[in-house]
């Protein structure tokens, strides 16, 4: 498993709300939902590679 590193994020109150009922929704801890987001968001972001090369 790889190695995790810890860092800080500051949000407003009213949006920790919302990834609170949200995560809930999902089953999931508000870490694990702005991980799993974080994550899609990266998969979609990525592009086709040129020529073998990312």
Do not use: H, T, Y
């Not at 407003?12 to 987001?37: H, T």
Request: glycine share 4%; charged share 45%; no cysteine.
């Amino acid at each position: 498993m790889s190695e995790k590193k810890a860092f800080v994020l500051r949000v407003s109150p009213e949006m920790l709300k919302e990834l609170e009922r949200w995560a809930q929704e999902d089953f999931r801890s508000v870490n694990g939902q702005i991980e799993f987001l974080l994550s899609e968001a990266l998969k979609k972001r990525k592009r086709p590679d040129r020529k073998g090369k990312e």
